[in-house]
């Protein structure tokens, strides 16, 4: 186990200026009695994912309030971590053939990871399936054992499954994104939304220059309506769909696409996906598909501020965070009532849901003539996000579950 | 300016939403869960999403309203449960039963509906209360005007809402310490009339504020 040393810091009162300093200043009340009390957050991975982004900001906001956090990353060879892929897939609903081999090497993993970890935190949160197992380092029921799950359990391989449930189920409770992804346990289920950093890269406010001269490295029209799907080239994605959506509007409005995301260069399907949506779109030179690097938060940024209209027409989604991005943007948003969507998607009150092509293409049609209905949607899509989405919101949850407990206790 | 001899005393809440087994697929079985339920749970959809939905200031009172609308497209029986105004209710058995009725007599009145199955299962979650003492308190006038400015949205309903099922009455911790604790009546009584319904908590509160200051140059 390796303890992380968090990078990045921003300040707690600089929240201030986007929530209220009274926001701030009750996350101080609430900390106050959980100080002295250890939290030890352990994940797979101290960079890449959503985890460990959220995890980056996180851990460092709780120790401004004062309280005695850490964070440690389980370690894993490559075979590890190929199994574990593998169990997240399963997990997912997608086909797994279980192999025994796979369950050791979990186990054995799990194992090491014991012996190296000083695993006796008063509150102890364990991060998705990789360190599930670690729950066998608890001693005489000692602390509060939290499972934090990430992902989609709806409809998981029961092997892969009914493996996990017997850690899982000897926690003291267990946290998922949406009820939808959740399973029938016997420990308590909390509900903890994943959230948005609106002080990240990916979301603070840009300069019009900026987003200015990265509509025009790109070849933007910035005096044409822009419509944009900010995802990875994935078939769940459906952004062959986002294109004939788009052709459908296009007959009554003069307007562009955007399609960017990454994932193709290292995903043999992701580069599939990405030339058929590259064929899709021949011909047309108001269609622009951008295969971004991995990691480009400014880029996504200014081309999520630069639309018009933000789409994501998922056929399958998790919670779908990036409706969040868009909604803090105050962004007209078009989307799948699919996953975590219709959360954040209100219909009709943070942004409009779809389910296919056609209504799809019929809802941006109805915004782009109706620029003030798509303002409001904006604009309360936005205070959707400010008071159910922010990484502020996310340390209130984890601030009332540690209260909850030990009062309990 | 009187003095009152109990101070306010402001808090802070956060709740955690805990999952619950029950959901439903039906308007049949949204009927059973109302009447199964725990009373965190009506707790949670009723009185808690207000609190976090403030902003939307039409067409949004509960989370029933809302997923009968968009899930099973009910819109008669979504604005009846819409219509059940959460100031009239002291006690979540009151409110269990209402919403149990107007959704059963529904049913009967349209059994072709009952079964429909929606397009999203409703699930039902409870709201876990944690309270803290924000460490600051208001004696006078001025004292509670700017302990009100201060507080956070979730902390602002919890007094100013959710405290009408605390106190079993009518009325909000706010209007019942400003008559009792420093005899404005008046006062008191226009705070309680404040519609949460046609107001965001912002407005809300600009609205209380500018009633206190009325109140402050009133006495001046």
Same mark, same amino acid.
Request: glycine share 6%; aromatic share 10%.
């Given at each position: 186990?390796?303890?992380?040393?968090?990078?990045?810091?921003?300040?707690?009162?600089?929240?201030?200026?986007?929530?209220?300093?009274?926001?701030?200043?009750?996350?101080?009340?609430?900390?106050?009695?959980?100080?002295?009390?250890?939290?030890?957050?352990?994940?797979?991975?101290?960079?890449?994912?959503?985890?460990?982004?959220?995890?980056?900001?996180?851990?460092?906001?709780?120790?401004?309030?004062?309280?005695?956090?850490?964070?440690?990353?389980?370690?894993?060879?490559?075979?590890?971590?190929?199994?574990?892929?593998?169990?997240?897939?399963?997990?997912?609903?997608?086909?797994?053939?279980?192999?025994?081999?796979?369950?050791?090497?979990?186990?054995?993993?799990?194992?090491?990871?014991?012996?190296?970890?000083?695993?006796?935190?008063?509150?102890?949160?364990?991060?998705?399936?990789?360190?599930?197992?670690?729950?066998?380092?608890?001693?005489?029921?000692?602390?509060?054992?939290?499972?934090?799950?990430?992902?989609?359990?709806?409809?998981?391989?029961?092997?892969?499954?009914?493996?996990?449930?017997?850690?899982?189920?000897?926690?003291?409770?267990?946290?998922?994104?949406?009820?939808?992804?959740?399973?029938?346990?016997?420990?308590?289920?909390?509900?903890?939304?994943?959230?948005?950093?609106?002080?990240?890269?990916?979301?603070?406010?840009?300069?019009?220059?900026?987003?200015?001269?990265?509509?025009?490295?790109?070849?933007?029209?910035?005096?044409?309506?822009?419509?944009?799907?900010?995802?990875?080239?994935?078939?769940?994605?459906?952004?062959?769909?986002?294109?004939?959506?788009?052709?459908?509007?296009?007959?009554?409005?003069?307007?562009?696409?955007?399609?960017?995301?990454?994932?193709?260069?290292?995903?043999?399907?992701?580069?599939?996906?990405?030339?058929?949506?590259?064929?899709?779109?021949?011909?047309?030179?108001?269609?622009?598909?951008?295969?971004?690097?991995?990691?480009?938060?400014?880029?996504?940024?200014?081309?999520?501020?630069?639309?018009?209209?933000?789409?994501?027409?998922?056929?399958?989604?998790?919670?779908?965070?990036?409706?969040?991005?868009?909604?803090?943007?105050?962004?007209?948003?078009?989307?799948?009532?699919?996953?975590?969507?219709?959360?954040?998607?209100?219909?009709?009150?943070?942004?409009?849901?779809?389910?296919?092509?056609?209504?799809?293409?019929?809802?941006?049609?109805?915004?782009?003539?109706?620029?003030?209905?798509?303002?409001?949607?904006?604009?309360?899509?936005?205070?959707?996000?400010?008071?159910?989405?922010?990484?502020?919101?996310?340390?209130?949850?984890?601030?009332?579950?540690?209260?909850?407990?030990?009062?309990?206790? | 300016?009187?003095?009152?001899?109990?101070?306010?005393?402001?808090?802070?809440?956060?709740?955690?939403?805990?999952?619950?087994?029950?959901?439903?697929?039906?308007?049949?079985?949204?009927?059973?869960?109302?009447?199964?339920?725990?009373?965190?749970?009506?707790?949670?959809?009723?009185?808690?999403?207000?609190?976090?939905?403030?902003?939307?200031?039409?067409?949004?009172?509960?989370?029933?309203?809302?997923?009968?609308?968009?899930?099973?497209?009910?819109?008669?029986?979504? @604005?009846? $449960? +819409?219509?059940?105004?959460? /100031?009239?209710? !002291?006690?979540?058995?009151? #409110?269990? =039963?209402?919403?149990?009725?107007?959704?059963?007599?529904?049913?009967?009145?349209?059994?072709?509906?009952?079964?429909?199955?929606?397009?999203?299962?409703?699930?039902?979650?409870?709201?876990?209360?944690?309270?803290?003492?924000?460490?600051?308190?208001?004696?006078?006038?001025?004292?509670?005007?700017?302990?009100?400015?201060?507080?956070?949205?979730?902390?602002?309903?919890?007094?100013?809402?959710?405290?009408?099922?605390?106190?079993?009455?009518?009325?909000?911790?706010?209007?019942?310490?400003?008559?009792?604790?420093?005899?404005? @009546?008046? $006062? +008191?009584?226009?705070?309680? /009339?404040?519609? !949460?319904?046609?107001?965001? #908590?912002? =407005?809300?509160?600009?609205?209380?504020?500018?009633?206190?200051?009325?109140?402050?140059?009133?006495?001046?």
């Amino acid at each position: 186990m390796t303890e992380v040393q968090t990078a990045g810091r921003v300040r707690l009162d600089a929240y201030a200026a986007v929530i209220g300093a009274g926001e701030i200043e009750e996350l101080r009340s609430l900390a106050r009695p959980l100080r002295g009390k250890e939290i030890q957050m352990v994940n797979s991975t101290a960079v890449g994912g959503g985890v460990a982004e959220i995890l980056n900001r996180l851990v460092p906001l709780a120790e401004e309030l004062e309280l005695a956090i850490r964070w440690d990353v389980m370690m894993g060879g490559e075979d590890f971590f190929e199994v574990t892929k593998s169990f997240h897939n399963a997990l997912h609903g997608s086909a797994y053939q279980a192999r025994p081999e796979d369950m050791e090497i979990f186990l054995a993993y799990s194992e090491r990871n014991r012996a190296r970890l000083t695993l006796d935190a008063e509150f102890a949160v364990i991060h998705d399936p990789q360190p599930a197992a670690l729950i066998d380092a608890r001693k005489d029921h000692a602390g509060h054992w939290i499972w934090r799950c990430h992902i989609d359990l709806s409809q998981p391989n029961p092997t892969v499954w009914k493996f996990l449930e017997g850690f899982v189920s000897r926690y003291d409770g267990a946290i998922f994104s949406s009820p939808e992804f959740s399973r029938q346990l016997l420990i308590p289920q909390y509900l903890f939304h994943p959230a948005i950093d609106p002080l990240s890269e990916k979301n603070r406010d840009l300069e019009a220059d900026f987003i200015a001269g990265v509509l025009a490295r790109f070849q933007i029209d910035p005096g044409r309506p822009l419509l944009a799907q900010i995802s990875r080239f994935d078939r769940l994605k459906d952004p062959v769909g986002v294109i004939r959506a788009y052709q459908s509007v296009k007959r009554y409005f003069d307007c562009q696409l955007v399609l960017a995301g990454g994932g193709a260069a290292d995903d043999p399907e992701g580069a599939v996906v990405l030339n058929e949506v590259r064929h899709e779109a021949h011909g047309d030179p108001d269609i622009h598909v951008l295969e971004l690097p991995a990691w480009s938060p400014l880029e996504i940024n200014a081309l999520q501020r630069a639309s018009t209209v933000v789409i994501q027409k998922s056929l399958r989604e998790g919670f779908g965070l990036t409706v969040a991005e868009a909604l803090w943007k105050k962004k007209p948003v078009v989307a799948s009532a699919v996953g975590g969507i219709p959360i954040q998607v209100i219909h009709k009150h943070t942004g409009l849901l779809a389910h296919s092509v056609e209504g799809t293409a019929y809802q941006i049609r109805f915004l782009l003539s109706h620029p003030e209905i798509a303002a409001r949607l904006g604009e309360q899509g936005h205070q959707h996000v400010k008071e159910n989405f922010l990484i502020t919101h996310n340390l209130r949850n984890y601030l009332a579950l540690f209260l909850a407990l030990d009062r309990a206790a | 300016m009187r003095t009152a001899e109990i101070p306010f005393e402001f808090f802070t809440v956060a709740y955690l939403t805990r999952i619950g087994n029950q959901a439903a697929r039906t308007l049949a079985e949204l009927a059973k869960g109302l009447e199964q339920c725990s009373d965190a749970s009506i707790f949670h959809h009723t009185f808690q999403t207000l609190g976090t939905h403030h902003f939307l200031t039409e067409g949004f009172s509960n989370d029933f309203a809302q997923w009968v609308l968009a899930s099973t497209n009910r819109g008669e029986l979504a @604005e009846r $449960l +819409a219509a059940l105004d959460l /100031r009239d209710y !002291v006690s979540l058995a009151e #409110l269990r =039963s209402d919403l149990r009725r107007v959704v059963s007599d529904y049913c009967a009145a349209h059994p072709q509906f009952a079964d429909q199955m929606a397009l999203e299962r409703f699930y039902f979650c409870e709201s876990v209360e944690v309270t803290v003492p924000l460490g600051y308190t208001a004696k006078s006038l001025e004292e509670f005007r700017s302990g009100l400015e201060r507080l956070s949205h979730a902390s602002f309903c919890f007094h100013f809402l959710s405290s009408r099922l605390r106190l079993q009455l009518r009325t909000n911790d706010f209007s019942l310490w400003l008559a009792n604790s420093l005899g404005l @009546e008046t $006062l +008191a009584s226009s705070i309680n /009339r404040i519609d !949460v319904y046609t107001n965001t #908590l912002e =407005s809300a509160r600009a609205k209380m504020l500018r009633l206190i200051d009325r109140e402050r140059r009133r006495k001046a």
